[in-house]
């Protein structure tokens, strides 16, 4: 039997338990946290009025995803999974929210059931397309994500066996997405035209669309793989443990790109050390600064001298710069404005140097490490690695981030959200999808 009849089974085949639950009202917790801020305008984003006026949610599930997808990645704050190598949220929970708001009864179980199958299929697509899909410049949110999320859908919509076979080949024939696009406003736009793809997908295989339900998955594996795909890691082992368990979904304490934060650690504990030596944090006796990795490591963030703020979330320089200059990495020196001439003159001076005698990053994405190394005008240095487990690893308070943006809006209607966003019934669901679709 071919992968997509085996895959339309095994989608419904288990049912996640209240573990696996709580995981998922963390992602949706997150999820909002990184939506509202541009949904509120709090923080600009150019892109939005385009997507609006072109993509109208009016009358439109798609589109209303697109919009969702869109928003809750412009800041590039939202989760990580590192099966999937991408955001898997974004796409999934747009594609849900949106679908939830067209059927109208939706439990809170059934749709964070949903959620947790889209992460299981993000996670299980990522290890199935293997090692140089990523490498090969595509963005994995972007084309794994228009499958799992459209999984996820036909979960929610408990559609037949043999109409989810025809959304996930429908899925995966419109999948697509390339990192080049790193650096600008289309990279979000790839989260929002995954999740509408995802919808349309998934409906108009409801509305008896036929197309080929066996062989596609193979061949987007085969296609997409470049020799080194594992189909068999569709499958196997399912749900046990599920993949919004172990390894979990990361969330992010930073607004760039995650291939940055272990080096923004790294330089947040040469900032310290500095400060209890006695020495101030100005940059004046800093003369070079160089920063080394796996060979690879530096796919994502690849902007080595940023124009503006977006760029400089894939900047592995300007972040380093900023976490010594200022000891943290805040979204208002990641905006569309032009760069910060301090922050840009320090990371004028860091070097990238891989570091041959580690594994190619593309072998294990989860060895990483950034090792940040500072010469200063005396004739010392300091040095410190961070790894990527360790990163990963922190506890990020969720909840505390929802609450920070929401700071613009009345205490007791933050707080109301916040708790909405826990998902404790349907009625939470439902307002939360009123807020997001005005």
């Known amino acids: 039997m071919s992968l997509t009849p085996l895959l339309a089974h095994t989608i419904f085949s288990l049912h996640p338990g209240e573990p696996e639950r709580s995981n998922a009202r963390d992602g949706v917790t997150d999820y909002f946290a990184c939506l509202f801020p541009v949904l509120h305008g709090s923080v600009i984003d150019s892109g939005l009025d385009a997507i609006f006026r072109v993509y109208p949610a009016e009358h439109s599930v798609e589109n209303l995803a697109l919009q969702l997808g869109y928003m809750s990645h412009s800041l590039d704050f939202d989760d990580y999974h590192v099966n999937f190598r991408g955001h898997p949220t974004t796409v999934v929970l747009s594609t849900l929210l949106a679908l939830s708001k067209e059927r109208g009864t939706v439990s809170a179980e059934g749709f964070l059931d949903a959620y947790i199958v889209g992460v299981e299929l993000a996670g299980r697509l990522g290890k199935a397309i293997g090692t140089r899909h990523y490498s090969a410049g595509f963005h994995s949110t972007a084309t794994l994500g228009t499958i799992a ?11 037949s066996q043999a109409d989810t076979q025809v959304a996930l080949g429908l899925a995966a024939t419109q999948a697509s997405g390339l990192r ?15 999740a509408r793809s995802a919808v349309n997908s998934a409906l108009l295989a409801q509305a008896g669309f036929r197309a080929q339900s066996n ?16 189909p068999q890691a569709l499958l196997s082992g399912w749900g046990q443990p599920w993949r919004i368990v172990e390894p979990g979904l990361e969330f992010k304490r930073y607004p760039t790109c995650g291939g940055t934060h272990s080096a923004a650690e790294a330089a947040f504990v040469l900032r310290e050390q500095r400060l209890a030596a006695g020495q101030d944090a100005s940059p004046d006796d800093i003369e070079r600064i160089e920063v080394s990795f796996p060979p690879g490591a530096d796919t994502a963030p690849n902007i080595i001298a940023p124009k503006n703020g977006v760029e400089a979330r894939f900047s592995l320089e300007y972040v380093i710069a900023d976490a010594l200059i200022n000891g943290s990495v805040a979204l208002e020196n990641y905006s569309e404005a032009p760069v910060k001439s301090a922050i840009a003159a320090l990371a004028a001076r860091v070097t990238r140097q891989p570091d041959l005698t580690a594994p190619a990053d593309e072998l294990d994405p989860d060895r990483r490490f950034h090792r940040v190394t500072l010469w200063l005008r005396d004739g010392s240095t300091l040095s410190h690695c961070v790894t990527r487990r360790t990163t990963a690893a922190a506890y990020t308070d969720v909840q505390a981030k929802l609450q920070r943006s929401l700071a613009a809006l009345p205490a007791s209607q933050a707080q109301s959200i916040i708790n909405d966003a826990r998902l404790p019934d349907a009625a939470a669901l439902h307002r939360l999808i009123f807020l997001i679709s005005q």
């Open 149 to 159: 999320a459209a999984g996820a859908a036909c979960r929610l919509m408990a559609l």
């Open 180 to 194: 080049s696009q790193f650096g600008s406003a289309a990279k979000p736009l790839h989260a929002g035209l995954a």
């Open 215 to 230: 062989g596609v998955l193979e061949s987007f594996l085969q296609a997409l793989g470049f020799g080194v795909e594992q």
